[in-house]
């Protein structure tokens, strides 16, 4: 277990993984399941070590989930795992079932990953969340102050993704289902609308 630690430990210090992907709707830098992999990849060639994914479905209370273990070994065999789990909805604006459930996992794994390894979380500097971040308090509060007026009804037309979006607990599930609809949200301003006052709600609670 000592060796395995120490591998966890160079590679916790040395892992770099860049924000390489941009969303134009948020106007935001993230970093994708693939880019994590890429970066991590030879260092672990160099620690000899592996790691592997394991997905399975659990219930909580009636609502299902993908439940991931990463599991991180050397070749000695000696290994250790973390967990992370994605609610899995029944459905989600184009997307059928298999993308549902592939979503659910690639986002549970991203999560393992980080988790484990350690990967830094810092805003970008040219993204909303790092100004909202470095403001004094007094302004974050007003800028972030709940309105007092009721928000209009969704139109029906757009129900679903309406119940899609109100599944988004956080900007990288917001930044997931806005790629899903890219076209069709650029395409049509009350569907844009739409995603632009779920993110402002998820500033809010986040920030």
Not at 173 to 182: N, S, V
Not at 190 to 203: G, H, P, Q, T
Request: aromatic residues 8%; charged residues 25%; contains cysteine.
């Amino acid at each position: 277990m000592e060796d395995l630690l120490k591998s966890l430990i160079y590679i916790q210090q040395n892992l770099t993984v860049p924000k390489d992907q941009f969303n134009s709707f948020g106007k935001f830098h993230y970093r994708s399941l693939e880019s994590i992999l890429a970066a991590l990849k030879p260092l672990l060639a160099e620690q000899h070590c592996g790691i592997r994914f394991a997905d399975e479905v659990v219930e909580h209370g009636g609502r299902t989930f993908v439940k991931t273990t990463l599991t991180f070994f050397n070749e000695k065999g000696v290994s250790l795992s973390t967990t992370a789990e994605a609610e899995h909805s029944q459905q989600k604006t184009g997307m059928d079932s298999a993308q549902i459930t592939g979503a659910a996992s690639s986002y549970c794994r991203k999560y393992c990953l980080g988790a484990l390894f350690m990967i830094d979380d810092a805003k970008d500097a040219d993204t909303d969340s790092y100004h909202q971040q470095t403001l004094p308090r007094k302004t974050v509060q007003r800028r972030t102050a709940p309105r007092t007026t009721a928000a209009p009804a969704p139109d029906p037309r757009y129900a679903s993704i309406d119940r899609a979006l109100k599944e988004c607990t956080d900007i990288d599930q917001l930044i997931d289902l806005y790629e899903q609809h890219k076209n069709e949200v650029e395409a049509n301003p009350e569907i844009k609308n739409l995603f632009s006052e779920r993110k402002r709600a998820l500033r809010v609670i986040t920030f």
